[in-house]
């Protein structure tokens, strides 16, 4: 993947919020890689931060090793339905989740550590879509925005079973609760497609400490305002999350597909 024929413009920013005292996202912009990676970490006595940081860093790791080696022994099978690159990024992912629930077991403090994670990858053929957990992608194309990963939480299940009213959606008592992230068990499910980017399309990844308190028209209005310069856009994006409560950390990475060099 690295020194692929791809122009993309990355960034990225991180905030506390304004209800906790510590940031427990961990976010990457790794442009040799033409990857970019946000986990929103859980856990007790910081060890959230400590999930969200190896996941970050052990998919970093795995990618640079299989870039310098492409022939290096992976530590899952290929899923042979899907594309050698689909596979890495799914089994970059497997191998965080497992370093996490590891250290969690002979850690005692670690004890219940997990992540959200979420991931975009440039490949020849366009961007893989990875997650694990309730951190979301979207696509902002034109005047349209798409979230284009689905929630793996408890509310997203209800809502899935039943139509709820936003009354019922807003005073769902577990709506916090996530049924799929990193550090769990020993394996990991990891949802991951592959998109077909326009030029000038721009593909946000946040933590649920943004796409919580602002709404998906906002998100968009926000962006699009600020189509020019993504610097603005990200620290726009979560001062509104800190205008409408900042309950929670807020992570916002930004990439602007410019399509493939000449």
Not at 41 to 52: C, K, L, P, R, T
Not at 139 to 146: E, L, V
Request: hydrophobic share 40%; with cysteine.
């Amino acid at each position: 993947m690295a020194n692929l024929p791809v122009r993309m413009e990355m960034f990225g920013e991180t905030n506390v919020g304004m209800k906790r005292t510590h940031n427990e996202d961990n976010f990457a912009i790794i442009p040799d890689e033409n990857l970019v990676i946000v986990a929103d970490g859980m856990g007790g006595h910081a060890s959230g931060e400590v999930a969200s940081k190896m996941a970050v860093e052990a998919l970093k790791e795995f990618f640079e090793a299989t870039a310098k080696d492409p022939d290096a022994t992976w530590p899952y099978k290929m899923d042979k339905s899907r594309s050698y690159e689909e596979n890495r990024l799914i089994t970059g992912v497997k191998l965080a989740n497992l370093r996490i629930f590891e250290n969690a077991q002979r850690e005692p403090r670690y004890r219940g550590m997990g992540t959200t994670i979420v991931v975009v990858a440039a490949v020849r053929e366009g961007v893989i879509v990875g997650h694990v957990g309730d951190s979301r992608v979207y696509r902002i194309r034109g005047s349209a925005i798409d979230q284009l990963t689905e929630d793996h939480s408890l509310l997203n299940d209800y809502l899935k079973m039943r139509k709820l009213t936003p009354e019922e959606i807003a005073n769902f008592p577990h709506k916090n609760v996530i049924v799929r992230a990193l550090g769990m068990k020993d394996t990991v499910r990891v949802d991951a497609h592959l998109e077909h980017p326009q030029v000038g399309d721009i593909f946000l990844l946040c933590s649920d400490g943004l796409s919580g308190p602002v709404t998906d028209p906002d998100l968009l209005s926000i962006v699009d305002e600020n189509r020019a310069d993504l610097r603005t856009a990200a620290s726009k994006l979560i001062a509104k999350a800190n205008e409408n409560g900042g309950p929670d950390n807020i992570t916002v990475c930004l990439v602007r597909w410019q399509g493939l060099a000449n």
